[in-house]
């Protein structure tokens, strides 16, 4: 068996392993050329697909072709610049260039090279988004410096932002972004101040050529990460570098947010990604049944855009349930396999043990706590606490009974569950903030 023969049968193997744009984008396009030194050596076309290769595919690469042979092997990918230089006993080539000496950067943001402009569908609900990202990733820092992006969850978002990431790093190599949550940026920082490491915190954040932020709203009551983002932002900015947040509100909604911090928010453009319309959610269900090699009759891809009200990613969740369906029983999928793919994907369906868990996981996380301190019997406050908002939240978005309810809870009784949620209700008349943590908990129990 030649080594174009393996590469052909590995590249079988990764359909499995890996999606469709992976394979396409970043695999199918590698050369290979000889098997030296215990490694199949590959040729890329530019440095920075070597880049993304050797970092996110390289292990999955290795199994796969592994499988292939028989025995365990490696892969070294090269550009042909590389390969004319390379001796037999050279290793791979050590970083040479500044998006090189960042891989580690370039592919913690790189994460969905999957997510383009071209395959982003647009309509009226989010035309002004699409048109601003656009432009950002044709001329960054210019117009659209800072740049908001805010709308429900689910909505696309995200895909924008990996969009104009994967456009700029193809239009401008040599840039460096990073994207970030705001949850990580919290965590990191405050892991920096533990160990003395503030230097290096701020060197990652502030050196960058595109920084982008996820979920910006979390940041809203935790003050010191305030600050430190405050001169994050001002550091990147008054270097001309791009800044994108994005976040489910808009700034002027955001609680506990210092005026400073708002005012920065509010100083570049502002677009919002609104719920998508009828014809919005059809032309992306064909769309993806096109993407998935599934046809889908008219009837049925109308019966879906009109029955999954408001995210887009619940329509991806269906249509891959669909596909499942499709390859078990080597049918088309009906109404009623559309019907109950809905069904299965709504958060309000789904088994009721997977639900309570995830509230209980969510609470504990929130407010510090362990799952078996909420569900103890202890009265400290900060377990009272907690337990009261999982309880609420439980009355909330389950249909449980009171009784139900207790059972959870080291089997409380009807009234004392009765009490925590009009405890919960009067703290929340007082203070409209812990409304707002509460519904943060509730959309990541949602979102998951």
């Known amino acids: 068996m030649t080594f174009k023969n393996v590469w052909e049968k590995t590249l079988v ?15 199918g396009t590698l050369e290979p050329v000889a098997y030296e030194d215990d490694a199949a050596v590959m040729i890329s076309p530019s440095p920075f697909q070597r880049d993304i290769v050797m970092s996110k595919y390289k ?26 230089r390379q001796t037999p006993t050279a290793t791979i080539p050590q970083p040479e260039s500044k998006v090189e000496e960042s891989i580690e950067q370039i592919t913690a943001t790189l994460a969905h090279p999957e997510f383009t402009f071209e395959n982003f569908v647009v309509g009226e609900s989010n035309r002004h988004a699409h048109a601003a990202c656009l432009a950002v990733s044709q001329n960054p820092s210019g117009a659209y410096n800072p740049l908001f992006i805010y709308g429900s969850t689910g909505l696309g978002k995200t895909h924008l932002l990996f969009a104009i990431q994967n456009e700029i790093h193809k239009r401008y190599p040599n840039k460096v972004s990073l994207y970030v ?20 915190f701020k060197n990652k954040y502030r050196t960058v050529d595109l920084f982008m932020m996820d979920d910006v709203q979390f940041i809203g009551g935790k003050e010191s990460t305030q600050t430190e983002f405050f001169h994050t932002f001002e550091a990147l900015y008054s270097e001309n570098k791009q800044i994108i947040l994005v976040s489910d509100r808009p700034p002027r ?30 032309a992306i269900i064909s769309q993806r049944c096109q993407f998935y090699g599934m046809n889908l ?80 019997t202890r009265r400290l406050e900060k377990f009272t606490n907690a337990r009261q908002v999982a309880m609420y939240i439980m009355r909330e978005i389950t249909s ?15 009234s004392t569950v009765h009490h925590a949620i009009e405890r919960i209700e009067y703290k929340i008349r007082q203070n409209p903030n812990l409304k707002l943590r509460i519904d943060d908990i509730i959309k990541t129990i949602r979102e998951k």
């Open 181 to 200: 949550r705001s949850e990580d940026f919290t965590n990191e920082f405050i892991e920096s101040v533990k160990n003395n490491t503030q230097t290096e």
């Open 253 to 282: 909604d955001i609680q506990l947010l210092t005026d400073r911090m708002r005012s920065r928010f509010e100083s570049g453009v502002i677009v919002s990604v609104g719920q998508p319309e009828y014809e919005l959610k059809a």
């Open 297 to 376: 009759t008219d009837d049925v891809i109308s019966f879906i855009a009109h029955n999954v009200k408001s995210n887009i990613r619940q329509i991806e969740g269906v249509l891959k349930k669909m596909m499942a369906y499709r390859l078990i029983s080597n049918s088309t999928p009906n109404m009623a396999i559309a019907q109950s793919a809905i069904n299965d994907i709504t958060n309000e369906n789904q088994p009721l043990p997977v639900l309570i868990d995830k509230i209980l996981l969510e609470v504990s996380r929130e407010y510090d706590v362990t799952i078996d301190e909420i569900c103890s």
């Open 13 to 27: 193997e990764l359909e499995q392993l890996v999606s469709k744009n992976a394979l396409e984008m970043w695999i």
């Open 400 to 414: 449980m009974s009171l009784p139900e309810i207790g059972k959870q809870f080291s089997n409380r009784d009807h």
């Open 59 to 84: 292990d999955i690469i290795s199994a796969a072709m592994s499988e292939v042979v028989g025995f365990e092997i490696t892969i070294n990918v090269l550009t042909p610049e590389e390969r004319k």
